[in-house]
């Protein structure tokens, strides 16, 4: 039985170029491609995948959330974040949303194929530099830096605007970039922070920026 795979990654190149990658092993199928983490909710258990790769920057919902929603839709799949990101809080993240695997792209040329056959037969496949992170992250003491410190400084002034109550588009005239670009800072301080809202962020991290 070949392993069944599914991708949601917004770069339709990359999605054609890994279906391709993947095409040429002869124990593998690609069975579903999304473009967003809305479609893949609503459409990926019918495709019943063995194994799922999710980028985390998506349009709309982040590929974090992505995987925990469907991770109860698909209890048997398991989920592979193939992203940029090196983040040792989204990696976090990831892990408890349910991912069972971490790979950076610019090494998944490489490292794919072995990882979805390592994953499907119940390792948990990670780039080197990804498990070094998770490595020293249980060999470093109790940090006592601010939650906030996870942001970058951009970040951290659309956080600041944020919980003065301004609006996205006058955010985006402050700090000369768009409104969608707000709306991006937005997503990534919610996922790096935990919360859900403009109300939860004012209630915790007024103070700390």
């Not at 590929?63 to 989204?90: H, N, S, W």
């Not at 408890?96 to 950076?104: D, E, I, N, R, V």
Request: glycine share 8%; charged share 25%; with cysteine.
């Amino acid at each position: 039985m070949k392993i069944r795979i599914a991708m949601v990654e917004d770069d339709a190149g990359l999605r054609q170029l890994v279906a391709e990658w993947l095409g040429r092993e002869s124990d593998m199928r690609v069975v579903a491609e999304f473009g967003d983490a809305e479609t893949a909710v609503a459409q990926m258990a019918s495709h019943k995948p063995d194994v799922v790769l999710i980028d985390i920057n998506l349009p709309g919902q982040s590929g974090i959330e992505c995987v925990r929603q469907l991770k109860p839709l698909l209890p048997a799949a398991q989920f592979v974040m193939v992203t940029m990101y090196e983040d040792t809080d989204l990696i976090f993240q990831a892990l408890t949303a349910g991912a069972t695997g971490y790979l950076l792209k610019r090494s998944v040329g490489d490292e794919l194929a072995p990882a979805i056959r390592e994953v499907h037969a119940g390792g948990s496949p990670m780039s080197g530099q990804i498990a070094r992170k998770v490595v020293q992250c249980f060999h470093s003491p109790v940090s006592t830096v601010p939650v906030t410190a996870l942001l970058t400084e951009r970040e951290k002034q659309v956080l600041k605007r944020l919980v003065e109550g301004q609006l996205y588009k006058e955010i985006a005239d402050a700090l000369g970039c768009g409104k969608g670009s707000v709306n991006t800072y937005v997503r990534r301080i919610y996922e790096k922070l935990h919360i859900h809202s403009r109300k939860e962020a004012i209630d915790k991290f007024r103070v700390d920026v």
